[in-house]
């Protein structure tokens, strides 16, 4: 069974930007057989300074996320911050994510999950693996049992994140798709005066030393020039170095 690949840039910043994305991913499944699930953020709402780019926000840019979809046929993800969004994020998207830091939000679970769509939710930066029993609940609980859970690091300290990776069959407990976030894993949290900083260089093993542990999807994000990326562009891997990673999981 081929894994869950969910890839795209962290924030929606052009037309032309997602184009690019969308067009190397479409490859990537020609050429590997895999389903490549696009993402992006239509809004960046916990971005560590109040002058940092957000993106084009909900109407925008569910309807940048849409022309991707209808143009170049692949599924999409995207995250919701409130509970307002589900509806119309629901009527666009293949997956809702619900991000690490809202994963306990009662009504945003409860929101996401009637719409029917795939809920995946990011285990907390706080919480372990086992603890997301309860978020899995609040969804099932609520009529829809299409709940993936994303691992993506634990709090280690300042500015620093460390994964754990016995999560990962922990969390198998509760839903049989378990993700493994290799980009916002390798995250420098705030470290790098007013914005995130990371390590994208451990990006290839987090995802070798998940699929050790049995996860059964990757999440990278990933950007024609990280360099010049306006969010998370030091934990971001390059465009043109994604193949090369998916392939070493299959």
């Known amino acids: 069974m081929k894994p869950v690949i969910i890839a795209g840039p962290c924030v929606i910043e052009s037309q032309e930007c997602l184009e690019t994305v969308a067009q190397e991913l479409v490859r990537i499944n020609q050429n590997l057989g895999v389903d490549v699930i696009f993402k992006a953020s239509f809004d960046k709402a916990n971005r560590t300074s109040i002058t940092s780019f957000r993106g084009p926000g909900l109407e925008k840019g569910l309807q940048m996320l849409a022309d991707i979809k209808s143009k170049f046929g692949l599924r999409l993800l995207t995250d919701i911050h409130e509970s307002c969004q589900a509806e119309p994020v629901g009527q666009v998207v293949d997956v809702l994510q619900i991000p690490a830091f809202l994963c306990r939000q009662t009504d945003l679970l409860v929101a996401a999950s009637k719409t029917g769509k795939v809920v995946n ?17 609040k969804v099932r609980e609520s009529g829809n049992d299409n709940v993936w859970l994303t691992e993506r690091g634990n709090i280690y300290g300042y500015n620093n994140l460390v994964v754990d990776f016995r999560n990962i069959p922990d969390m198998k407990r509760f839903t049989p798709t378990v993700i493994m976030d290799c980009t916002h894993s390798v995250q420098r949290p705030g470290a790098a005066g007013g914005k995130t900083g990371g390590n994208r260089e451990f990006v290839p093993s987090m995802a070798l030393a998940a699929k050790a542990f049995g996860a059964t999807g990757y999440f990278f994000e990933v950007h024609p020039d990280p360099e010049q990326a306006k969010s998370d562009g030091p934990n971001m891997l390059y465009l043109k170095d994604l193949e090369s990673v998916v392939k070493s999981l299959l």
């Open 121 to 137: 939710i990011k285990k907390a930066q706080f919480l372990s693996g086992l603890d997301m029993e309860y978020p899995v609940q």
